[in-house]
């Protein structure tokens, strides 16, 4: 699951350090610039490790932030504690089988497996990101997915109101990044979006479904969960607060 994260969400630039996945992208969202130690060992001189982690982090004008993924990294989150580290973020993994449904009924509801240039401006604009750097970044990061992927929206009156994208990927298909405009929540658009996204996953041979929430996120939890969703593992960023630099998430 950690694996099929990182190849949903591309980030700028990737360096490797045996098992360790270093992610860096021009300080927009924690989730792209981060350390991602997928093969942990405890007997491995983590002290040195992070040092590592932390000069290639500012020399890209960076704060060094970890992901740690407690069933995977059994103690790193105390280690991180004790360099001054804290948590600045918990995300959620849910989880479910996929089984045939009826798709809601949307009027205006369709798919493309690669953003066109609408479908981008829909989700700067939904996302509310305004920096012109970020923007940038954001669209290229969306246009370097290079696994199985469909980009659905939700257009009213010419004007896109919804739209997420779906990544598959050894028989799961993720759900991201799904934003409704404010004015059209409360009526399905959101769910059929993750419909839309079940129904492509599966002709993919899918057999499950999964995606990330902020576990503050309640209201997003909850639409979730009544989805047939279910709360697998969590995970968290650490990051400290002195840093030179800042993540904007």
Known sequence: MEELLLNSVPASKTVLLDGWVMRLN???????????????????????????????????????????????????????????????K?????????????????????????????????SVRLSGINLPELITVHCQNLKNIAIESIFVKVTVNGKIIGCGYGTVERGYVGIYDLHVDNDYRCRGIGSAICKAVFSYGMTQNAKSAYLIVHSKNENAISLYSHMGFAALYEYNFYCRDWSNYKIID
């Open 26 to 88: 021009n300080n927009y969202t924690y989730r792209a610039n981060c350390v991602c130690p997928i093969r942990y060992a405890k007997e491995v001189k983590i002290d040195d490790r992070i040092k590592i982690c932390e000069k290639l982090f500012a020399d890209n004008k960076l704060p060094s932030v970890f992901k740690v993924t407690p069933a995977l990294q059994e103690g790193f989150d105390d280690i991180l504690l004790s360099h001054d580290y804290h948590n600045v």
């Open 90 to 122: 918990t995300v959620q993994v849910m989880y479910r089988k996929l089984e045939y449904e009826k798709s809601n009924s949307c009027a205006g509801l369709s798919c493309m497996h690669r953003p066109d240039r609408e479908w981008l401006n829909a």
